[in-house]
């Protein structure tokens, strides 16, 4: 990874440094990036310092807190006598850091604030949190579908949103080095460009969603209680804000595919997975490939299935194999073949984790 960071305030707004100072995820990468930048080693440590001294402040202090006087206290902090400050920081075991430095760095310290406010609290986060936190730190574009058509919103890097109707969007006049972050109330359609080095990020009440590049639908109304991602295509990270993990997603939340879903229930924060409602194939059947099964296993056919839905379909595969079929593929869905398929077979079919599951006892 490359850092073309030079100051104690450019380490500060580092994912990656972040969860280092908290958590010691990613030591080994910052102590050999350390000692290859020993020119950078100072700004490192005074960043992970003052990280963890918000951190222990956040903890010590009234969960009620808000914005407003999160500000008055670390400005009370800052106009302190620099006598006053050096002890806190001497007892804290901390770096001592200049006035001109805390004054600098205080648009930081107020959107880690309220990073470690939000991830303690149980309360709920809406469009009005997020956008006031991302408001300390760039110029936001608000765009609000007032009318009843779809509105398609064209951002710099060429991606593109469809709002649905009474959704507003808001995203920053030009993205962060690193990240391409907007923030999202009601529906909407992505296409994302792909950026490997540039992670697109949908913040949307209490979940994330990370992408690369790839088209996707999102719903997540303040009014209600459920928020979903549905993907068409591509790969997707979904996760909540109390399971934050900017450096890999995947490990904290759910990772989708196209034909799957998220499903998070804001009332009692449990994220599933599951498939759309109407899966479309990602991998549709060529010329080449017939769509007419004449005496084949049963298997065959839910292969075919599983490699044009890109869904992963489980099943005996000893037992199955003995079932014969014959049938024509048009344009019935999914779910319609597998109601032909197990009334033939005599076999049932259920959905868990976003995956089909096919019961048999053996051909009938």
């Known amino acids: 990874m490359k850092y073309k960071y030079f100051n104690t305030n450019d380490f500060l707004g580092d994912d990656l440094l972040i969860r280092w100072a908290l958590f010691n995820e990613s030591d080994a990468f910052w102590q050999q990036f350390m000692e290859m930048n020993p020119d950078r080693k100072e700004f490192i440590d ?8 918000i951190h222990l ?73 997020l956008t006031s936190i991302a408001k300390d730190r760039y110029q936001l574009i608000e765009k609000i579908n007032t009318g009843d058509s779809p509105l398609k919103v064209m951002l710099e890097d060429s991606s593109f949103i469809v709002l649905g109707k009474n959704s507003k969007i808001s995203y920053p006049v030009h993205f962060q080095t690193g990240k391409r972050e907007v ?65 890999d997603p995947e490990t904290r939340g759910l990772v989708l595919l196209p034909n799957q879903k998220a499903l998070f229930d804001r009332a009692n924060e449990n994220l599933d997975r599951r498939l759309v409602e109407i899966p479309m194939p990602v991998k549709p059947l060529t ?44 344009n019935e869905s999914l779910y ?8 033939t077979i005599g076999a049932t079919y259920k959905e868990v984790d976003a995956q089909i599951i096919i019961e048999s006892n053996g051909c009938r």
Do not use: M
């Open 287 to 330: 010329a080449r490939e017939s769509k007419y099964f004449e005496d084949v296993p049963a298997t065959h056919l839910l292969s075919t299935l599983e490699n044009t839905y890109g869904i992963k379909i489980i099943y005996n595969e000893e037992t199955l194999s003995k079932c014969i079929i014959t049938t024509t593929l048009n």
């Open 46 to 53: 005074e960043a992970k310092q003052l990280i963890l001294q």
């Open 336 to 343: 319609e073949i597998l109601d032909v398929v197990c009334n």
């Open 183 to 247: 923030y999202l109330s009601g529906e909407a359609f992505f296409e994302v460009a792909k950026n490997a080095q540039k992670p697109f990020y949908v913040y949307s009440n209490e979940l994330i969603t990370r992408v690369l590049g790839t088209s996707f639908t999102i719903k997540a109304n303040e009014s209600e209680d459920k928020i979903t991602v549905d993907v068409k295509t591509g790969k997707v990270s979904v996760f909540k804000h109390n399971k934050i993990n900017l450096i």
């Open 57 to 129: 402040a956040e903890n010590e202090a009234n969960p009620s807190l808000n914005k407003e006087e999160i500000w008055a206290r670390l400005k009370e902090q800052i106009d302190k006598p620099e006598e006053s400050k050096t002890e806190l920081l001497r007892e804290r075991k901390v770096f001592r850091f200049p006035v001109w430095q805390w004054a600098a760095s205080i648009s930081v310290i107020i959107g880690l604030s309220t990073y470690f406010l939000f991830f303690r609290t149980d309360k709920k986060i809406d469009y009005q949190d």
